[in-house]
């Protein structure tokens, strides 16, 4: 009896979504929407301040504004539960922790932010390689492909 036929038999996208997957999308949408904040914030103070190089800080803002499109894309990636999503997701994770580092180094109120930062960076990649993250987004370890005929 095929999968169509089987009524017991459910695929991923007919199951309730994961806490989990819910939670990593979250994570990875608020730092999509801390960089764009940060992104304009920066580039406001560089065009109607007086920074050193106006140049470089409108760079820099933009630059921001554009990164952030990764990790808002992976979000609404897990929440429309699609497999690609979960490697964005990983890789503004990996990105995000030397960001926190050099953070950490610093002697001022980004100290604060260094630590949030590895915080939810952690706490998001233990979320993307969850078993039950997996499962949802039908993404199947090594040996675990569909017999090809």
Do not use: F
């Amino acid at each position: 009896m095929s999968a169509e036929q089987n009524p017991t038999h459910r695929t991923p996208e007919a199951e309730p979504r994961p806490v989990r997957l819910t939670a990593a999308a979250a994570l990875a949408g608020l730092e999509g929407l801390a960089l764009v904040v940060a992104g304009v914030w920066i580039l406001v103070l560089g065009i109607t301040g007086s920074p050193d190089d106006r140049e470089q800080a409108v760079t820099g803002g933009v630059t921001l504004i554009v990164l952030a499109l990764l990790p808002l894309l992976a979000a609404r990636g897990l929440l429309l539960r699609r497999s690609w999503s979960r490697g964005p997701a990983v890789i503004t994770q990996i990105m995000a922790l030397p960001v926190a580092y050099n953070l950490l180094q610093a002697d001022s109120m980004a100290i604060p932010c260094g630590i949030a930062l590895a915080a939810v960076s952690v706490v998001a990649l233990v979320l993307l390689v969850n078993p039950a993250t997996t499962r949802a987004l039908g993404i199947r370890g090594p040996g675990n492909a569909p017999n090809q005929k």
